[in-house]
């Protein structure tokens, strides 16, 4: 499976994307390319970090492309990205997908739990059901390492885009989730062009397939995993209703301890009965 081409031509179902970049090695570039590659739905970007008039320079001209200027409605704090997605979702006719830059700056002035519930609502399939993606960069250097991993628990696919020495030249590292549990990983390096075009210089080894790792072990104050020695030896435990089970020579045999009030005289069972 080719991640790359699954998140740039949409030919795998991915609801949640989430693009980490930094400074020197910014994504907004992917958000060029997916735009470019969507020309069937409606394309909605919430531009929280610059103006609309420089997100117009960025991405192609099309048609579809609509902007949202939320510099404003951040700073007054009167309309959520909730409530943004609603009013897009109530005049498109289409099928809509979402890009937010940044989704760091949203996070500064709104604060994290809100956006995590807001999130999960917006690619809920049964509240937008015509949001059929929902792409988000995030800035590794702006916002907290738990944040950024808590979200990518809740995204199918994560993009980290990576600086080099030579500032044309990222690397990415792609992770895809399926459904079976599994997790697609893929190594790329590239050029970045003028045109936010994104030319591959050599494939990395093929995409590596893992098991899903699950919630970071790094997010709580106590192990959330075994190390090898402890794995073999909850695997030789034996526990005491174990033991039942193991077969032996006696059979069925019942075993028996009296105490000091029982009448074991077997000439006159019933001599205690007075008769």
Not at 85 to 102: A, F, G, Q
Not at 217 to 236: G, M, P, R, V, Y
Request: hydrophobic share 35%.
């Amino acid at each position: 499976m080719n991640v790359y081409d699954s998140v740039v031509r949409g030919t795998q179902a991915s609801r949640l994307i989430l693009i980490e970049d930094s400074f020197l090695a910014k994504g907004q570039f992917l958000l060029h390319l997916i735009s470019a590659n969507r020309k069937s739905h409606d394309i909605h970007v919430l531009c929280y970090e610059h103006l609309v008039s420089k997100y117009q320079t960025l991405f192609p001209s099309l048609s579809n492309i609509q902007y949202h200027d939320c510099m404003i409605n951040v700073s007054s704090l009167s309309l959520s990205m909730f409530e943004t997605v609603s009013h897009i979702v109530e005049k498109s006719t289409r099928k809509i997908v979402i890009l937010i830059d940044s989704l760091s700056m949203y996070l500064l002035l709104t604060g994290f739990r809100k956006v995590y519930k807001e999130l999960l609502d917006i690619t809920s399939s049964d509240k937008f059901p015509k949001v059929v993606q929902f792409v988000a960069v995030i800035h590794k250097d702006v916002t907290e390492v738990n944040q950024i991993e808590h979200l990518k628990n809740i995204c199918k696919t994560h993009v980290y885009v990576q600086s080099t020495n030579n500032p044309l030249i990222i690397n990415l590292i792609l992770e895809h989730k399926r459904s079976n549990g599994k997790c697609v990983v893929q190594k790329l390096k590239g050029e970045l062009k003028s045109d936010s075009t994104f030319k591959l210089i050599n494939d990395l080894p093929p995409p590596k397939i893992e098991e899903d790792k699950g919630i970071p072990t790094n997010l709580a104050s106590f192990k959330l995993d075994l190390q090898d020695n402890e794995k073999k030896a909850k695997e030789e435990l034996i526990l005491p209703y174990t033991l039942v089970q193991i077969p032996s020579n006696t059979g069925g045999m019942i075993h028996y301890v009296p105490d000091e009030a029982d009448d074991w005289d077997e000439e006159d069972p019933d001599d205690d009965l007075e008769i």
